[in-house]
C-alpha cells in the first residue's frame, strides 16, 4: 500500500510578488466586511477583526 499524504492544516509561503499583496489586500477587506456584518455576534466580529489586523500587520511587512 502506498503512504497517502493529508494536506490539511498544510499551508503555502507567501512570497513578495504583487499577486501576493493584491491577495492579501483582498482577504484584509473581506476580513473587515465580515466583522462590520456580524455586530449582533461579538464574538465572531472579533474573530474577524483579528484575523484582518493579522493580514494587516502582514502587508505592512512586505510593503517595506
Known amino acids: ?3 497517502q ?3 490539511v492544516g498544510s499551508s503555502t509561503p507567501l512570497g513578495n510578488g ?3 499583496i493584491s491577495l492579501l489586500e483582498y482577504q484584509y ?3 473587515i466586511e465580515k466583522a462590520n456584518l456580524n455586530n449582533t455576534d ?3 466580529g472579533e474573530f474577524f477583526n483579528l484575523k484582518a489586523q493579522k ?3 502582514d502587508l ?3 510593503m517595506q
Open 60 to 62: 505592512e511587512k512586505l
Open 5 to 7: 499524504y493529508c494536506k
Open 42 to 44: 461579538s464574538k465572531l
Open 29 to 31: 477587506q473581506n476580513f
Open 55 to 57: 493580514i494587516k500587520k
Open 18 to 20: 504583487s499577486k501576493t
Open 1 to 3: 500500500m502506498n503512504k
